[in-house]
């Protein structure tokens, strides 16, 4: 395993901790390993000129796009606050493009899976951004499937991750592929964090987001779905509730929220049971019946599904800790 070259794409008002994450992670692992095996991270942007990060440190890049002409193990493409309004400046836009032939393995921290998209590099894959942007991100690039539960996801050569902290689990996960979770483990303590989180950004979720009229019949639909979240539901009954045909709740429930009523209960339904994980020792029998997913098992099918967890193992990474 010869020495890694990693390259991280920043730009102007770029999150630091999508930039000083992943850099640390591969900066630590260095400690543990022998030179022939070290990372080597640069970064790299439209010019050399000092950048200003959004928390306000200056960053200047180690090479310009012209200057970055070969090829690397890891691009990392970091992201910004918000995400782009726009597509990226042609110089980054056509790099970014590149990155298949260019790189081993090739992603995103937070925002920056949306200069992927723009470059065309999120059809059909599946991939993660920060909660707050994902359905903004499936939006924009409807051909990506977005899945906003999950820390980072790895589809290939392409591995993107949530928002801002994620950037050091992704970091965490290429170094465990590559040497091992016993040396993540340890970079991970060197870092005091949790090692390599898989899944779950707490109770916070896009689906949850109350609509704008909390009087509509969506939100009274929600709140009715999470005031009884152990019932069965069904598209009748949901329609039955505020009074509209099936067919009609469905398309207007689309409308509004950008999905449909049976992954509206579904994600409620892992909601709950996150808190119920997080915060008690619950039988696992006890949270799956009162979360209305029937059974321990069923419940494990879909938080491993989703989340890329099982139940038991959410509850070890983000079970909180009692008050002493």
Known sequence: MPVQAVAIVVCEGVQALDVAGPMDVFSEANTF??????YETVLVAAHRNPLRASNGIRMVADLTFDEAAGGFDIVLVAGTPTPPEAEPEPCLLQWVKELP???SVYGSICTGAFVL?????????????HWQDAQALAARFPKAKVEPDLIYV???????AAGVTAGIDLGLALVGQRHGAETALKVAKRLVVVAQRQGGQSQFSPYLTAPADPESPIARIQDHVMANIGDRHTLESLAAVVGMSPRNLARHFGQVTGTTPHEFIERARIDAARMMLEASDRPLKAIAFDCGFGSADRM????STRLGVTPVQYRASFRRAEPQ
């Not at 390993?33 to 070290?38: C, I, K, M, N, Q």
């Not at 790895?154 to 993107?160: A, V």
């Open 154 to 160: 790895r589809d290939g050569r392409l591995i993107t």
């Open 300 to 303: 494990r099918i879909v938080f």
């Open 33 to 38: 390993l022998g030179s022939a095996y070290r």
């Open 101 to 103: 032939w260019r790189s």
């Open 117 to 129: 998209g723009y470059a065309g590099l999120l059809d059909d894959r599946r991939v993660t951004t």
